[in-house]
């Protein structure tokens, strides 16, 4: 068997394989897809649940539809607009943007108040860390000992 040549690796790519293997990093990976999957549920929600009843208050108006024609001929719908090659301003798509993302930042301060509260839960059942029970520990054993006066300090004079 031929000796194995040794390869050098730059420090930089040590160095990121020590960052991608960090739990923060993997755990940022995870939120991503997660995230990702979440956007499907709250697109399909603003989409096909919130818009149909908001359009249906508001006289039937589908916000997908709700487009400015910049240049070109109007068509339809947006889309076919759009394949029509004419210059759009969807206003309606981008309020869905909007709905969406003002429903993912209320499931976020929703998650994130739950989890604040849970933590909290936890840190009251388990009590006072080891630092505050010996500080505590050292404060009663201190009331104990019987007061001493201070002794004043002599003056030495020259």
Sequence with gaps: MPPRIPLHQPAWLQEFKAFIMR????????????????TGIVSSLVEDLINPVIGLLVGGIDFSNIFIV?????R???AATREAGAAVLAIGTF???IIKFLIVALAIFWLLRLLAR??????AKKGPSTTDALLTEIR?????????????????RP
Excluded: H
């Design 76 to 78: 339809a719908s947006l």
């Design 23 to 38: 739990g923060s990093v993997v755990d940022l990976a995870v939120g991503i897809v997660i995230g990702a999957a979440f």
């Design 70 to 74: 910049l240049s070109g001929e109007r």
């Design 95 to 97: 309020i869905n943007a």
């Design 118 to 123: 849970l933590r909290l839960r936890e840190e």
């Design 140 to 156: 009663d054993e201190l009331r104990k000992r019987p007061a001493v006066a201070p002794q004043p300090t002599p003056v030495q």
